[in-house]
């Protein structure tokens, strides 16, 4: 995957404004998209039959605000059950998390929950962390006058979503990363909620190489951190 980043993010940057690095995880069931949020934010694509994450991928890419440019040194983790326990070494020091469930599969729900109940217990306290129901695209709308339990494949309503993300503090967004229905959105308000004391751009990046602006880390295979040019992974 290459890394250009979308024309918008690079013609907004102010070159006077200051750059914060924000490490961020994905976390969520398998499939429910999170590599196509993330290769729509960075690369604005979108891959039909897409193939499952083997440990984890970093990412970067930039957003410019109005009196700050953030930095996103993204972690897109694998969702398969097996990676599980490596999750903790992408979310810590992680000052932002995109918990992903997908709208057609009540389960998905529940395993973004327990996501979000691990962060709340073992990550960073100043976490900023959104949730993302992805996959707005196949879910067909209600006829004219039929409430929303009408819609045709959608599992998780959306009133239920954002009522658990306001109860417990979460930024909430239903997205498409087929079609690009809010992804951008989430990346911006996270990086509105970032606090300027967290102004680091001259600190060391979380990121694993000089060169790694997108690459895949295959733990399985090495049995520690590591990328795939042998490089030590100090996320
Ligand atoms: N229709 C539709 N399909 C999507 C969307 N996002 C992802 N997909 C598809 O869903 C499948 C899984 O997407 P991935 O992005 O690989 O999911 P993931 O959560 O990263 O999966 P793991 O790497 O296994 O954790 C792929 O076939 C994607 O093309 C979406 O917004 N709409």
Wanted: charged share 25%; aromatic share 6%.
């Amino acid at each position: 995957m290459s890394n250009s980043p979308s024309s918008d993010s690079i013609s907004a940057l102010n070159p006077n404004a200051k750059t914060t690095q924000v490490k961020l995880v994905l976390l969520g069931e398998a499939a429910v998209g999170k590599s196509s949020l993330v290769m729509r934010f960075v690369n604005d694509d979108f891959q039909e039959n897409k193939e499952p994450t083997i440990g984890a991928a970093f990412l970067t890419q930039k957003i410019a605000l109005e009196d700050k440019t953030i930095k996103f040194e993204i972690w897109d983790t694998a969702g398969q059950e097996r990676f599980h326990s490596l999750a903790p070494m992408y979310y810590r020091n992680a000052q932002a998390a995109v918990v992903v469930y997908d709208v057609t599969k009540a389960a998905s729900l529940d395993k973004a929950k327990s996501w979000v109940k691990e962060l709340q217990r073992q990550a960073n306290p100043n976490i900023v962390i959104a949730l993302a129901g992805n996959k707005v695209d196949l879910v067909q709308p209600a006829g004219e006058g039929e409430d929303e339990s009408m819609e045709n494949g959608r599992q998780v309503p959306t009133e239920e979503a954002k009522a658990y993300s306001n109860e417990t503090g979460l930024l909430f967004f239903e997205t498409s990363a087929k079609k690009g229905d809010g992804v951008r959105d989430i990346f911006k308000e996270i990086a509105k909620k970032i606090p300027l004391e967290h102004h680091i751009s001259n600190r060391s990046s979380t990121r694993p190489g000089p060169h790694s602006q997108a690459r895949e880390i295959n733990l399985m295979q090495q049995g520690s951190p590591t990328n795939r040019d042998g490089g030590s992974c100090n996320c």
